[in-house]
């Protein structure tokens, strides 16, 4: 349920050579990396991680680290075998940690983003990647990430929290092992069409069984390497765009709407709400078949200080429905929030954020909890505050405050003050 870790240093940073210390704090390995390059292979990677603690609210009070360390590896097969507009990608990820969520908090939604998809190695991704027509038309094809390309915005990784993070987190909860975002990848294949430069259309198919869980509820899918297909159906995505340079204000704006349908068994959400965990894969006859839901994503630079590039303020909203509450955990799930750039006039390469985030939980779901004797769930809510310390364009640090309010829904949980930081380096 977790986003990939930025590999590539911020947008805005100042120019300079390809593997400047600066860029990459491993350098240009003697002149190794730039001759790869020539080649037609880049080598890129990353540590990342997340020191939070809650000394206010929640069950009880602690704190957690994470990390997750990247490696990802290209290969211009136009290069390299003479294979015309095609690359070759394959990653993977070392996280290792435990949630504060989890261990500490008791809400459903992560205050980390780097907890999630298996604190271990796995395999992240291996795919081909063609353009076609100069680019109006791209696939991508192999072991892929549904999220990388759908319900998504480099905006989101802003914030620290899951619930903001990479992608609005309630289809994760309302097809449990159905749906896939980093560090898990299973057999896809994504065609996205740009009919004119500011619009495109997008759709992508992915095998539905992301564990392969086996009748124990193993998990048979832990690194990455299990390449059978699943026996759970198929994820179905599609996605139009609208992404002028200048929009409103004359400024840019990216607007999407899209949706999903999953062809796979689920359980009902009041199955098994006394067992400890009502997110389980059903299978058929256990439950029902067939779970969808729609989305919009939007977001606008609103002002831009004069003469920058990136300087300036861009807001965003989130909204995703799924309405059958018999069938979705979490029917609505919103968020919204703010990204200025260069807000502190000597730091024009930080970043300052603030966002809010809402998962409204299902009724149906909270009347078979206050039936097995279980307290009832509403909604849980996020605000995160944060500052973004841009050191190098491969460094940065990011404190950051968050509240959780009425944490997992319930009232028996106090509101959690959360604090901690992010930080990154690039390799």
């Keep these: 349920m977790t986003p990939e870790t930025p590999l590539s240093p911020p947008e805005g940073a100042a120019p300079g050579p390809r593997y400047d210390l600066s860029t990459n704090v491993s350098g240009d390995w003697f002149g190794a990396r730039t001759w790869l390059a020539e080649q037609g292979v880049t080598v890129r990677g990353g540590y990342a991680m997340e020191f939070m603690a809650n000394p206010i609210g929640g069950r009880q009070q602690g704190e957690s680290y994470v990390h997750n360390v990247s490696l990802e590896a290209n290969f211009d097969l136009d290069r390299l075998l003479g294979v015309p507009n095609t690359t070759f990608r394959i990653g993977g990820s070392q996280r290792t940690g435990n949630s504060l969520s989890r261990e500490d908090i008791g809400n ?39 999220t990388e390309d759908f319900l998504t915005s480099p905006l989101y990784c802003q914030f620290i929290t899951n619930g903001i993070c990479g992608q609005p987190p309630s ?31 997008q759709v992508g198919v992915y095998d539905g069984d992301v564990a392969q869980r086996n009748d124990a509820g193993e998990d048979n899918n832990k690194h990455g390497t299990n390449l059978t297909f699943g026996d759970n159906g198929a994820l179905i995505l599609s996605e139009v765009g609208y992404t002028p340079e200048q929009g409103l204000f004359d400024l840019p704006g990216h607007y999407k709407l899209g949706g999903y349908y999953h062809t796979g068994d689920f359980r009902n959400v009041a199955d098994d709400v006394d067992g400890g965990n009502p997110f389980v894969t059903g299978r058929p006859g256990d439950g029902f078949s067939g779970n969808s839901g729609v989305y919009l994503l ?39 929030g703010m990204i200025y750039q260069g807000l502190i006039a000597s730091r024009p390469s930080d970043k300052t ?47 950051a405050v968050q509240y959780v309010i009425t944490p997992n829904g319930q009232d028996d949980i106090d509101n959690a003050f959360v604090l901690g930081f992010e930080a990154s380096i690039l390799f």
Excluded: C, M
Aim: a negative charge.
């Design 171 to 201: 289809p994760f909860f309302n097809l449990p092992d159905g749906i896939t975002a980093y560090p898990a990848a299973v057999w896809g294949v994504r065609a996205k069409a740009k009919p004119t430069p500011s619009t495109y259309v």
């Design 353 to 399: 954020a603030f966002g809010v985030h809402n998962a409204w939980f299902s009724e149906a779901l909270s009347d078979a909890r206050a039936e097995a004797g279980l307290e009832r769930q509403d909604t849980e809510t996020t605000l995160e505050l944060n500052h973004q310390v841009q050191i190098t364009p491969a460094v940065y640090v990011r404190p």
């Design 108 to 146: 459903a939604i992560s205050v980390q983003q780097l907890y999630g998809g298996g604190q271990r190695i796995r395999l992240v991704q291996a795919q081909f990647i063609t353009a076609l027509f100069e680019d109006r038309l791209n696939l991508a094809y192999g072991r892929l990430a549904a």
């Design 298 to 336: 939007l977001d606008q630079t609103v002002y831009r200080e004069a003469g920058t590039r990136k300087e300036g303020l861009t807001l965003f909203s989130v909204f995703v429905y799924s309405p059958d509450d018999e069938h979705n955990v979490i029917p609505y799930y919103a968020s919204a």
